[in-house]
């Protein structure tokens, strides 16, 4: 079962913008490097954005697009995504980085209407 719970997903416009959230369900990701992934038809599970001690890192691909922010109280961590494009159609997860394979949750699904 999984330790993560994402929310958020939906169908958008490309151009458009909507925000992911996950929830955390053990205390101890409170601390720890949190990232989200995205996994589209017949391509891998990638990682496009993660966050660590306030520090966050992106995909190239989505660099200046997707900005990833986290509320540690609430052990939730957030993925506003702007400006999407029909690729960033996926599967979006989140897990701690590098990923752990038990804590994967069920995701949520992104549609990007072109």
């Known amino acids: 079962q999984g330790q993560f719970v994402e929310s958020g997903g939906g169908l958008v416009q490309s151009g458009g913008s909507v925000r992911l959230s996950c929830r955390g369900l053990i205390e101890a990701f409170k601390l720890a490097p949190v990232g989200w992934y995205r996994q589209a038809p017949g391509f891998e599970r990638e990682l496009v954005a993660h966050?660590?001690?306030?520090?966050?890192n992106y995909a190239d691909s989505v660099k200046g697009r997707f900005t990833i922010t986290r509320d540690s109280a609430q052990n939730t961590v957030y993925l506003q995504m702007n400006k999407l494009k029909p690729e960033d159609a996926a599967v979006y997860y989140c897990n701690v980085v590098p990923p752990n394979s038990v804590y994967w949750g069920q995701g949520t699904q992104v549609f990007v209407s072109s």
């Open positions: 966050i660590v001690h306030g520090t966050t």
